[in-house]
């Protein structure tokens, strides 16, 4: 199901809540400007004074699908590399995954092939860079220090690129290092997992870990161009194509209904990780993240609500609880069931509906417990809670989580009733029980 010629996405970021519209300037009145002059001179006396404008600036951004992105014969990247008609070679630092260099040992050398087949307008500053990934990655500022000092090393400028080859994490870390070098690198996102080609990879955000939080460090950046390469996903582990079903589950439950009863038609063929049923959730998942960046009128978030995070209070307080052993997919599974159950417990959503979403993730292969959901503190609290608080502070301002309505409608709620969340903590509990019992009595049986 891959779609050759990119899908362009552009969006306008909306002014800033609170500040003005700019007007249209006035022609002159000389009265007038003595009389503001006037004014201007009493306000500058007793220390009052504004000058306010909007600023407005347009991003283009461009997801583009295709297969066997450094194909000597594929010419996607090129083409979103050679993107004016300046006779200049266009320099470029490629950094890769660590675990992806490992398990596809050939593909460093194929980037440097890919590179040299275009060495009319391309220039490969060094072979490529290989960086640890996945969540260690994210736990310190060494690597984003790395990446900048081969920015200077290499004289990579403003209209160089810095491409990035790996899973989410590793593109958080690339992605925080090209938006804070010269201010800004032209970064182009090349992503390897399920979770950052349906999800991560295609947004405009970056960050890293920091005192024990997830993402405290980072910015909002849309990259110059993603291209999502879906045979890039065939070395991953089943764990971490599974993980990435998720991100899809959430965006069809607060966003199209249709989406979600096609996941559930998949779910048998995505359990078994078949490429066609993989690349159509990809493929929507990835262009309905877009469509909410590109028209929800708050790309960056200056508002206190996150759609799109969805399930995550809870998730991004089980992956720190758990040392980052838990995958963010995985905790964003629980997330979401969590959420479902406490949604029908306060009489949001119908059982049949939250039946219906836990019946799914159970059936794409995911754990919907995990023992760090009731880890206490010292005075007998459960630390998850914690979450719903660091959340908020990440977001700023008003508590806003996303809770199901129904399937395909997403509601905002500024209170959670914890009592209740603990009891859909319990429930989850139980139901884990009562699963993994039976899985033992049915083996015992047979
Ligand atoms: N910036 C955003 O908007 C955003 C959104 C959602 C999630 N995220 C972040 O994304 C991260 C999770 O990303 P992820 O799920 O891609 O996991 P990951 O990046 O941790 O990758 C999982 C593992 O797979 C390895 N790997 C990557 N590609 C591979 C391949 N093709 N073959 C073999 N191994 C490969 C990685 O090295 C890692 O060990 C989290 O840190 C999460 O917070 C960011
Ligand atoms: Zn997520």
Redo the contacts with the bound molecule.
């Keep these: 199901m891959a779609t050759p010629s990119g899908t362009i996405f552009r969006f306008i970021p909306q002014g800033i809540r609170g500040i003005p519209e700019q007007r249209e300037p006035e022609p002159p009145n000389f009265g007038q400007i003595k009389l503001e002059n006037e004014r201007l001179k009493e306000h500058i006396k007793i220390g009052m004074s504004a000058i306010e404008r909007t600023i407005q600036v347009s991003y283009r951004h461009q997801v583009h699908f295709t297969q066997g992105v450094f194909s000597a014969d594929n010419r996607a990247l090129r083409d979103v590399l050679v993107n004016d008609r300046e006779e200049r070679l266009r320099k470029a630092l490629v950094i890769i995954?660590?675990?992806?260099a490992l398990?596809?040992p050939g593909l460093a050398r194929e980037i440097e092939c890919y590179f040299a087949t275009y060495s009319d307008c391309l220039k490969l500053v060094c072979p490529p860079v290989v960086l640890e990934?996945?969540?260690r990655a994210?736990n310190s500022y060494f690597h984003v220090s790395e990446i900048h000092s081969e920015v200077e090393k290499y004289h990579i400028d403003r209209h160089s690129y810095i491409i990035a080859v790996?899973?989410?994490?590793?593109l958080?870390v690339v992605g925080l290092a090209a938006a804070t070098a010269h201010r800004g690198v032209r970064h182009v996102r090349i992503p390897?997992?399920t979770?950052?080609q349906d999800?991560?990879g295609v947004?405009v955000?970056?960050?890293i870990n920091a005192f024990g939080k997830?993402?405290f460090i980072g910015t909002f950046a849309p990259p110059f161009a993603v291209i999502n390469d879906f045979q890039?996903?065939h070395?991953?582990?089943a764990r971490?194509k599974r993980?990435?079903y998720v991100?899809a589950v959430k965006v069809a439950l607060i966003r199209d209904g249709i989406f979600f009863n096609a996941i559930e038609n998949d779910a048998e063929a995505l359990a078994q990780f078949e490429p066609a049923a993989m690349q159509r959730l990809i493929y929507r998942s990835a262009e309905l993240h877009l469509n909410h960046i590109a028209t929800s009128g708050d790309p960056f978030e200056f508002g206190s609500a996150r759609p799109l995070d969805f399930g995550h209070w809870a998730a991004h307080k089980l992956e720190q609880l758990s040392d980052y052993k838990l995958?963010?997919?995985e905790a964003v599974a629980i997330g979401i069931a969590l959420d479902v159950i406490y949604a029908r417990r306060i009489g949001l959503l119908d059982t049949a509906s939250s039946e219906r979403v836990i019946n799914l993730l159970e059936k794409l292969g995911f754990e919907l417990f995990a023992n760090e959901l009731l880890n206490i503190d010292a005075e007998h609290n459960l630390l998850v809670l914690t979450g719903l608080e660091e959340f908020r502070e990440h977001l700023g301002g008003e508590l806003t989580i996303t809770l199901l309505k129904s399937v395909g409608e997403g509601v905002e709620v500024h209170a959670m009733n914890l009592p209740k969340v603990i009891e859909a903590i319990y429930e989850l509990h139980e139901r884990h029980n009562r699963r993994t019992h039976s899985v033992v009595h049915v083996h015992g049986a047979s």
């Design positions: 995954d660590e675990s992806l398990s596809q990934g996945g969540e994210k790996g899973g989410g994490a590793l958080d390897t997992t979770l950052s999800d991560s947004g955000k970056n960050g997830k993402n890039l996903l070395s991953l582990p971490d993980a990435g991100e995958r963010h997919g």
